[in-house]
């Protein structure tokens, strides 16, 4: 049955702060989605802004990022032990540096999912920014952030989030793995890792393996193929030359958007973003 979209009625909204996040962008985003389709895909699922704004039925989230996705996986089946274990945690520079430190040794290797969720909220609400960022090794690497009261245990939202993720599969796979799921009049959300600016402005780091251009070229292939299936597909991404080449052939619309990781402050404002559709509004 096709899905008409409607706002959401129970208050559900991302569970960890992503680079890039789409929530300052939720209006551009709603205003340009397909009015029916049938299955919802996110294959770069992040901090899922979108995905809990419509909170779809029976939808398709990935990435390869496997802490994000235990993450996930663990408020679907195991919300309530998670909970208990976030209330263990404290607040502190010393304790925030034995938890982040924890996954250089073997020790980490006999957490269990839940703790290993658990430890990844902590992080993601004590550390600087909010930021998820790893090193080449994979392990997190983002300083302390010094926040007076951050809100660790969030349990109304972690029970409604569980309630949408009961309805959700879930898989730690590449965005290519959604080609052997989706069919004709499904819908999918693109929110892959942006085309730097500039030579130093790139930020790829949500795994050690990173995203490259190379890839962003392999993302346009996949559109293509959704497209020659019939599949509804609506793909964020920077403003540079190389997407607009790369996605002449589709609906491309320019939308801002504010900047937020970058150290200088000053440097941080509106900057243009596209969104790319296969479909008329």
């Known amino acids: 049955m096709a899905v008409v979209l409607e706002k959401a009625q129970d208050l559900t909204y991302p569970i960890v702060k992503w680079a890039g ?18 299955r919802y895909f996110e294959p770069f699922i992040g901090g899922g802004a979108l995905f809990f704004e419509l909170q779809p039925d029976n ?41 982040r430190e924890i996954d250089r040794k073997p020790a980490y290797k006999k957490w269990t999912n839940v703790q ?41 939202n972690l029970y409604n989030c569980s309630e ?10 590449s965005f290519t793995g959604i080609l052997d799921e989706v069919r004709k009049g499904d819908f999918v959300y ?20 990173g995203f490259d251009v190379d890839m962003q070229f392999q993302l346009r292939e996949v559109c293509d ?3 020659a299936k019939g599949v509804y597909f609506l793909l ?17 619309k320019k939308v ?8 200088n402050a000053n440097a941080r404002g509106k900057i243009t973003e596209v969104l790319v559709r296969n479909y008329d509004e």
């Not at 996040?21 to 049938?38: A, E």
């Not at 994000?68 to 996986?73: F, Q, R």
């Not at 993720?165 to 796979?173: A, D, P, S």
């Open 21 to 38: 996040g789409k929530r300052q962008l939720l209006f551009d985003l709603t205003k340009n989605l397909p009015r029916y389709f049938n």
């Open 59 to 99: 939808a398709y989230i990935s990435d390869v990022n496997e802490e994000l996705i235990n993450l996930y996986s663990v408020i679907q089946n195991d919300v309530e032990a998670l909970i208990e274990d976030l209330q263990k945690h404290e607040v502190s520079k010393k304790y925030f540096l034995k938890i």
């Open 116 to 156: 290993k969720a658990s430890r990844f909220i902590y992080l993601n609400r004590t550390c600087f920014n909010g930021l998820y960022r790893v090193n080449s090794q994979g392990q997190f690497n983002v300083p302390f952030g010094n926040y007076s009261n951050p809100r660790i245990v969030d349990e109304h």
């Open 164 to 173: 949408l993720l009961k309805k959700t599969q879930i898989e730690c796979k």
């Open 190 to 209: 693109f929110d892959p890792p942006y085309v730097p600016l500039t030579e130093t402005s790139s930020f790829t780091s949500y795994t050690k393996e």
């Open 225 to 227: 193929e959704l497209d």
């Open 236 to 252: 964020s991404n920077s403003d540079t030359p190389l997407i607009n080449e790369l996605y002449s052939a589709y609906t491309i």
């Open 256 to 263: 801002f958007a504010s900047r937020q990781i970058n150290a």
